[in-house]
């Protein structure tokens, strides 16, 4: 099952409003049939039914406001991932950088199954870049 595996990145200082996804702008690599990215959806990261994967994510971000801790995590099917949150630390100003990193080992269910990076924060968080790499483990 790991020949179904996949590393998308994204970057470009792009917006993210509260709750939304994280967009990603193409696979580098994608092996095997588990896992599928177009830059027509570039929020989405579709996997195939009735499996296990491990997913990994880091990112940068600027949190355009001072002492603002910037909250991710994964969602499947639009509900959280809660294993996967991370929590990049509050900075002293807004336009400084930071970062984290965050993954999950989860079961995909019968049909369709979306996987998408989400900003859990109430404010727009400014994401320099976001990547992500996901195996296909079961």
Known sequence: MTGNNAAIY????????????VPF???????GTGISFSAAAPTIIAL????T??????FIECPL?????????FTLNDLPLFQSLSVAPPLVDGNSRSGG????????????????????????IKFVAANV????IG
Not at 65 to 73: K, Y
Not at 133 to 136: A, E, P
């Open 133 to 136: 790499n996901i195996l296909q």
């Open 48 to 51: 195939a039914p009735n499996s």
């Open 53 to 58: 994967y491990f997913a990994a994510y880091n």
């Open 25 to 31: 702008l193409e696979a580098e690599v994608v092996n």
């Open 10 to 21: 994204g970057y470009g200082y792009v917006d993210v409003a509260y709750n939304e996804a």
């Open 101 to 124: 990193a965050g993954s999950a080992v989860f079961n995909t269910g019968a049909g369709v199954n979306q996987l998408k990076l989400i900003n859990t924060n109430l404010e727009t």
């Open 65 to 73: 406001l001072a002492g603002l801790p910037v909250r991710v995590q």
